[in-house]
């Protein structure tokens, strides 16, 4: 009797594991680690957000919603993107509650790409988009960024790039791991190349509230983009809510209504309490969100400000809370010198390939962290540099 073989599809077997997770496994299980490493904010939940989801359940608020979310969320959202961005979408067609941004951009990836169709992807980049875009059989193309330039893609990289297969670009502002983010001029040169190409957008704009020095804009506001862009953002980032896993989709109707069906047939619907929770923290004004975002760019400052007195020079980023050092100095990988510095003086942060070949040279640190933890991991990080200097 032959033994039985299990086979696994030949796109799963090929995907790599995240860079992060594989990172941070070897964290697990040390003791007095200080980490810098996970995007999370370390704020809780505000209150009154907690407390409308606890009174959801206790009034019996257990079933299912709308496969699109409750219509009233919808509508807080609709209302919410066009007192902030300007943004217009009809919360009935064009508006689609996710189970946080990475279910809606997987639903976008599912909703656009065929087998065979080329998606652009900016490096540095967030490590889910490669995996999504090979997942549905497509072809990443990954476009490397000068850190000249603050890692910010510009029209030429999107032109050089581009052939009769390419549909698709995703564009993630403020950038995951760089902090990079655009002006509004920006936005409009690659607003002009991405119609000029034809192309379908994705913009994930998640941080889009934790833009430090300027207002954030939306690149679906400039003429003839709404038509050719998936918006995505939710609350996990400025609302301190990761935990609770919501976020949203905007778009065209064609296309939210087939990443409907998506989501139909995989997620069925966010939890409903967590719906409530997100109404609630549309509901409760920008006070809170300008608090942590206050203290963001506090400790933005005091990180990059310090990196770049240790020698690990540091562009200053201009949203998100991520700093992303060179540690080419330092004459070791990115790999190494993540495993060295958490070898030797506890302090846990992200090789720069986590997020693409481009990020060799580079970790991630993310300031989403209390001041003295940040001052107690600077000073070990500044005593790790001293001795591999020696």
Request: charged share 25%; proline share 5%; net charge positive.
């Amino acid at each position: 009797m032959k033994n039985f073989k299990i086979n696994i599809s030949e796109v799963a077997h090929k995907i790599p594991p995240s860079g992060i997770r594989v990172f941070f496994d070897l964290v697990l299980g040390m003791k007095d680690v200080i980490s810098l490493g996970v995007g999370e904010p370390d704020f809780v939940t505000p209150w009154n957000v907690r407390e409308r989801a606890i009174d959801s359940i206790e009034k019996g608020y257990t079933s299912y919603t709308s496969n699109k979310g409750m219509v009233e969320l919808r509508i807080a959202v609709s209302k919410y993107l066009k007192r902030k961005y300007s943004l217009d979408y009809d919360p009935e067609e064009e508006i689609l509650i996710t189970v946080g941004v990475s279910e809606g951009s997987d639903l976008a990836f599912r909703a656009i790409v065929d087998p065979g169709v080329k998606v652009l992807i900016p490096e540095p980049y967030y490590v889910s988009y490669g995996p999504m875009t090979s997942l549905c059989g497509g072809k990443p193309v990954f476009i490397k960024t000068d850190p000249r330039n603050g890692f910010k893609i510009t029209p030429k990289d999107i032109t050089r790039s581009c052939d009769r297969k390419t549909k698709g670009i995703i564009l993630n502002y403020p950038n995951n791991p760089s902090g990079a983010s655009y002006s509004k001029g920006e936005l409009k040169n690659l607003a002009d190349v991405i119609i000029k190409k034809d192309l379908i957008l994705i913009s994930d704009e998640i941080y889009g509230e934790l833009t430090y020095d300027s207002e954030h804009v939306s690149i679906a506001t400039f003429p003839k983009m709404k038509e050719r862009t998936i918006y995505l953002n939710g609350f996990s980032k400025a609302f301190a809510m990761t935990g609770w896993r919501i976020g949203y989709a905007c778009g065209p109707a064609d296309i939210i209504g087939a990443m409907t069906k998506i989501h139909q047939y995989t997620m069925m619907c966010v939890p409903i309490m967590s719906q409530f929770a997100a109404l609630e923290a549309l509901k409760m004004g920008d006070r809170s969100v300008f608090e942590m975002k206050r203290e963001y760019r506090r400790r933005r400052e005091l990180v990059i400000s310090r990196l770049n007195e240790i020698g690990l020079l540091c562009h200053k980023p201009e949203g998100a809370f991520y700093a992303f050092p060179s540690i080419k100095g330092s004459g070791l990988s990115s790999m190494d010198f993540s495993k060295e510095l958490l070898k030797r003086e506890k302090v846990a942060v992200v090789p720069g390939t986590a997020f693409g070949e481009s990020g060799e040279g580079y970790i991630r640190i993310s300031y989403a962290s209390g001041i003295d933890k940040l001052k107690e991991s600077l000073d070990r990080i500044e005593r790790f540099m001293k001795t591999i200097r020696r």
